[in-house]
């Protein structure tokens, strides 16, 4: 009986800990595409005023300035250091928002005897938590009344 009550521990404990790394990583995905487009705009931005502003009227200049901004635009660099930064925050506030899952889950994993239960206790408590509070909507106020 040891034994299973072991297994069950340590299921509990990664799947909770899958839980919360597969929602945080759809949590990066979309703050990634946010970041690229949130980068780009500001690179872009930057690019036009210093490509589009006028020391003197001249068609070379001009000729050289559009040039110049075509170059800036197609440049896949800041939109990618864009995601990458975007996606990492992503994933850290994904994971700020698991930090009950992940200790519980940490707790049935590493845990040994009564330490895991305690850990699977939680995992569970959080679950009926979730259940209630999100999926029955028990406690929450309705904003039509």
């Known amino acids: 009986m040891r034994m299973v009550t072991k297994i069950a521990c340590r299921t509990?404990?990664?799947?909770?800990?899958?839980?919360a790394c597969v929602d945080s990583a759809k949590v990066a995905k979309q703050?990634?595409?946010?970041?690229?487009?949130?980068?780009?705009?500001?690179y872009l931005e930057k690019a036009y005023y210093k490509t589009r502003t006028l020391d003197k009227v001249s068609p070379a200049d001009n000729a050289l300035r559009e040039k110049a901004f075509e170059i800036h635009s197609k440049n896949p660099i800041p939109?990618?250091?864009?995601?990458?930064?975007?996606?990492?925050?992503?994933?850290?506030?994904?994971?700020?928002?698991?930090?009950?899952?992940?200790a519980c889950s940490a707790l049935a994993i590493l845990g040994k005897n009564i330490v895991a239960k305690a850990g699977v206790v939680g995992l569970g408590c959080i679950a009926v938590y979730k259940v209630l509070?999100?999926?029955?909507?028990?406690?929450?106020?309705?904003?039509m009344t």
Do not use: C, W
Request: avoid cysteine; charged fraction near 15%.
């Open 12 to 19: 509990l404990g990664a799947a909770g800990m899958t839980l």
């Open 79 to 102: 939109s990618f250091l864009g995601k990458i930064k975007g996606g990492f925050q992503g994933f850290m506030y994904g994971m700020s928002n698991y930090l009950p899952v992940i």
């Open 31 to 42: 703050f990634s595409e946010i970041g690229s487009d949130h980068s780009q705009e500001h």
């Open 133 to 143: 509070r999100n999926g029955l909507g028990v406690g929450k106020n309705n904003p």
